[in-house]
């Protein structure tokens, strides 16, 4: 056993959503989703078990994680410990090169990233359905960064959660796509993904029909990637996006991710759309904008949104799932 291993995340973005869990203790999803992981943000996590270490301690960007967080990946520690037949406790330390916790999918690279290493550490030689298992208990959508490019996660069956997991649609070279990520906002959303899909699913009356509407567009959002058509995944990723934020619109209390300046891009993208540009949005739970397009056109694409925009925007690719620093990378 090597006791300590560091590996690398990039976090994932979708463009069929998930929002809601059919087990909220072991995070399954009560829907598929499908997305794609980006190169152009990272996570790099490395994870130390050592032997006489009272507790787990756990250092983010340089600095010490307490309360609810810490708690949060002290349960995935324990996940790990249990897999593994040890009680030792861990020394965990993880930057992302990119703002945590704001609506990102730091939670996607980062439970990857924290699974990869975790699991190597303890000397775990899981499958990849199994590492996506094992990262799906940290966070729904961090099963789907296990892999690169355009990625589906199964909802499963089973009660265990065993057969929900993510599996690859497409490498990430198989298509050209550039996501601009336009940030609307500065510092942490206000509400956690987990506690606003599970308000939706307990007060909203759209929540069922959101759910029942997930695995058409998850079929049609397949085809479009294989057959690399953008059109028809602008019309199903922008449909997914707009009908899960109804559904946490119509919660009770509602819950609102956008500001002004999100429903402002909404309307600048689709305007684009309709003058020809092969451009669409998405947006997950909070108020930043990401735009997909492809390579081609993204000065264009970029110079348009410029005459709207003058905040920071970070450029992101397909990109590859999680790999161990000293290894190569997984396909
Ligand atoms: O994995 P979580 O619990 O952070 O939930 C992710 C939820 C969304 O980002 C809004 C949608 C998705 O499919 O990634």
Request: hydrophobic share 45%; aromatic share 6%.
């Amino acid at each position: 056993m090597r006791m300590r291993a560091t590996a690398i995340a990039h976090p994932n973005l979708a463009l069929v959503k998930y929002w809601g869990k059919r087990d909220i203790r072991l995070n399954l999803p009560a829907a598929g989703s499908l997305s794609v992981t980006l190169s152009g943000l990272r996570t790099q996590t490395s994870v130390a078990f050592i032997p006489g270490q009272a507790r787990d301690a756990v250092i983010l960007n340089g600095r010490a994680v307490w309360g609810p967080k810490l708690d949060r990946i002290v349960r995935f520690l324990d996940h790990l410990r249990r897999l593994a037949g040890t009680d030792l406790r861990a020394t965990v330390n993880t930057e992302n090169d990119f703002p945590t916790a704001a609506g990102l999918a730091s939670s996607s690279s980062g439970f990857a990233a924290l699974a990869a290493a975790g699991a190597a550490a303890l000397g775990l030689e899981l499958t990849a359905p199994e590492l996506s298992v094992l990262a799906r208990l940290g966070s729904g959508s961090a099963a789907r960064s296990i892999h690169g490019g355009f990625v589906e996660m199964l909802p499963g069956v089973m009660p265990d959660g065993s057969d929900s997991h993510a599996v690859p649609v497409a490498y990430e070279n198989h298509w050209d796509l550039r996501c601009l990520i336009l940030l609307t906002a500065k510092g942490e959303k206000s509400i956690g993904s987990t506690e606003a899909m599970n308000h939706t699913a307990s007060s909203s009356p759209y929540y069922r029909a959101w759910v029942e509407s997930v695995p058409h567009d998850l079929a049609l959002a397949r085809e479009a990637i294989r057959n690399r058509d953008m059109k028809t995944l602008a019309v199903v990723a922008e449909r997914s996006c707009l009908r899960m934020h109804a559904s946490a619109a119509a919660a009770d209390p509602g819950i609102l991710f956008w500001n002004g300046t999100t429903i402002e891009l909404i309307h600048h993208i689709r305007k684009l759309r309709s003058d020809g540009f092969p451009v669409f949005f998405t947006i997950d739970a909070g108020p930043h904008v990401k735009v997909f397009c492809s390579a081609s056109e993204m000065s264009a694409v970029t110079q348009s949104i410029r005459s709207v925009f003058s905040g920071d925007i970070i450029v992101a690719r397909p990109g590859p799932g999680v790999y161990l620093k000293d290894e190569p990378e997984r396909r």
